[in-house]
């Protein structure tokens, strides 16, 4: 397990692509780096006509462009719209640029609203990734969502464990609730899902509605894991942790009602790990808001499920 993890950290490390040949060869003009989280391959550039594009080079995700395209065509079907691809390369993706708000700039005065568009969004998405499935096979589900699953575990909560907020003891009791749950119900445990649908990953251009970087991804949760990836990064962004801390189990009671709870508690606990060991300790993202210290108290609760 620790080699996996090391393997992924260094996976997490971004790639080393010429953008400047990139943008020289497509007669671009560079207008603004490291503008998302601060990011080196997203890139803001400006064709010979004057319109503004995303350029993103290196680590394309590996379904990306296939699932940009599918959603493209099936846009009438889908709450939400993706970004028009202009151009493609080895490694790069050109892409027209939604100007807008994030989801996330509503989440602390319109909280609801934020929930149930996530949640719309997610459900919408599934129909994008049943469309791919029938053509293509995007893994093995079982094997890959356990070696993500496990792998990350061990990685997110060893920050947590070295600081001394839990012991190392309700890692290994998780890990074996979760090993309970796959020897039950095996493959059915996992999804292939997008991964973040999250509140800087939607953008709300007018009345529409758009997702960013489109991916299929095996992870736990058959049929909620994006809607939990988005509570989890709600909890980072809003400034009221202690409000949040209330909404979060009645959305989940709302929306989730229909799955078994005793393992949505699992996968949000995990959730959470990650953005408490990953997220918060390990990287301190410029990203999170509000009060830090708050955040840790409740995500702990979260992770012991004392909620």
Same mark, same amino acid.
């Given at each position: 397990?620790?080699?996996?993890?090391?393997?992924?950290?260094?996976?997490?490390?971004? #790639?080393?692509?010429?953008?400047?040949?990139?943008?020289?060869?497509?007669?671009? /003009?560079?207008?603004?780096?490291?503008?998302?989280?601060?990011?080196?391959?997203?890139?803001?550039?400006?064709?010979?006509?004057? =319109?503004?594009?995303?350029? $993103?080079?290196?680590?394309?995700?590996? +379904?990306?462009?296939?699932?940009?395209?599918?959603?493209?065509?099936?846009?009438?079907?889908?709450? +939400?719209?993706?970004?028009?691809?202009?151009?493609?390369?080895?490694?790069?993706?050109?892409?027209?640029?939604?100007?807008?708000?994030?989801?996330?700039?509503?989440?602390?005065?319109?909280?609801?609203?934020?929930?149930?568009?996530?949640?719309?969004?997610?459900?919408?998405?599934?129909?994008?990734?049943?469309?791919?499935? $029938?053509?293509?096979?995007?893994? =093995?589900?079982?094997?890959?969502?356990?070696?993500?699953?496990?792998?990350?575990?061990?990685?997110?909560?060893?920050?947590?464990?070295?600081?001394?907020?839990?012991?190392?003891?309700?890692?290994? /009791?998780?890990?074996?609730?979760?090993?309970?749950?796959?020897?039950?119900?095996?493959?059915? &445990? &996992?999804?292939?899902?997008?991964? =973040?649908?999250?509140?800087?990953?939607?953008?709300?251009?007018?009345?529409?509605?758009?997702?960013?970087?489109?991916?299929?991804?095996?992870?736990?949760?058959?049929?909620?894991?994006?809607?939990?990836?988005?509570?989890?990064?709600?909890?980072?962004?809003?400034?009221?942790?202690? /409000?949040? &801390?209330? +909404?979060? #189990?009645?959305?989940?009671?709302?929306?989730?009602?229909?799955?078994?709870?005793?393992?949505?508690?699992?996968?949000?606990? +995990?959730? =959470?790990?990650?953005?408490?060991?990953?997220?918060?300790?390990?990287?301190?993202?410029?990203?999170?808001?509000?009060?830090?210290?708050?955040? $840790?108290?409740?995500?702990? $609760?979260?992770?012991?499920?004392?909620?």
């Amino acid at each position: 397990m620790v080699n996996k993890a090391t393997q992924q950290q260094e996976e997490e490390k971004e #790639p080393m692509v010429d953008m400047e040949a990139v943008i020289k060869k497509n007669n671009l /003009q560079l207008v603004e780096t490291e503008f998302f989280r601060q990011k080196k391959t997203v890139t803001r550039v400006k064709d010979t006509k004057g =319109n503004n594009l995303i350029l $993103k080079t290196g680590n394309i995700d590996p +379904f990306q462009i296939q699932l940009l395209k599918t959603a493209k065509q099936m846009e009438v079907q889908l709450y +939400f719209k993706v970004p028009t691809i202009i151009k493609q390369g080895e490694d790069w993706i050109l892409l027209e640029e939604v100007k807008g708000q994030f989801l996330n700039e509503f989440c602390d005065n319109k909280p609801d609203w934020c929930v149930e568009v996530s949640k719309k969004v997610a459900d919408s998405y599934h129909l994008v990734i049943v469309k791919i499935l $029938k053509t293509q096979s995007l893994g =093995n589900l079982l094997v890959d969502g356990q070696e993500w699953l496990f792998s990350r575990l061990n990685l997110w909560s060893k920050p947590i464990v070295d600081a001394g907020l839990i012991d190392f003891s309700l890692v290994q /009791q998780i890990k074996t609730e979760f090993e309970k749950v796959i020897a039950k119900k095996g493959e059915n &445990f &996992f999804d292939w899902v997008h991964g =973040n649908i999250i509140g800087d990953h939607i953008v709300m251009a007018g009345e529409d509605i758009y997702l960013l970087d489109l991916n299929a991804v095996p992870r736990a949760g058959m049929g909620y894991h994006d809607f939990l990836r988005a509570l989890d990064f709600m909890f980072l962004k809003t400034e009221d942790e202690e /409000q949040m &801390f209330t +909404f979060i #189990p009645k959305w989940i009671k709302q929306y989730l009602s229909e799955f078994d709870e005793t393992e949505v508690k699992l996968i949000f606990a +995990f959730r =959470n790990i990650g953005i408490l060991g990953w997220d918060i300790l390990h990287h301190n993202v410029e990203y999170t808001t509000g009060d830090i210290e708050a955040k $840790k108290r409740l995500a702990l $609760k979260f992770i012991k499920r004392e909620y």
